[in-house]
């Protein structure tokens, strides 16, 4: 999205507008340096991804590492039943 000329703000504003007006639960995940094409598995298929300004400044390791914690805690059922596992985040999983 900045790659087409949104700003920050332009960018939250949209997410938070979206979040708001689901039908059902949902979930945020933000982490500085990421942005959205990181939580894929493209900087890790292609070094170009990074340079071409689709993706955060994160390292792309470091970036996956937090992608896969938090996409096993959310599949993880949390004590109290399945559908509790990634409201805590993803813990312990990402140091």
Avoid: K
């Avoid at 890790?44 to 590492?65: K, M």
């Avoid at 996409?71 to 399945?82: H, I, N, S, T, V």
Wanted: aromatic fraction near 10%; hydrophobic fraction near 40%; charged fraction near 15%.
């Amino acid at each position: 999205m900045r790659r087409e000329g949104w700003g920050q703000s332009d960018i939250l504003n949209t997410m938070w507008a979206v979040f708001d007006r689901l039908a059902g639960d949902g979930y945020i995940v933000q982490v500085p340096g990421m942005f959205h094409q990181d939580f894929s598995d493209a900087l890790l298929l292609s070094p170009i991804s990074s340079r071409s300004g689709l993706t955060g400044s994160l390292d792309p390791q470091r970036a996956h590492q937090i992608v896969t914690a938090y996409a096993l805690a959310f599949f993880r059922p949390a004590p109290e039943g399945p559908a509790g596992g990634a409201a805590g985040g993803a813990g312990g999983g990402v140091p």
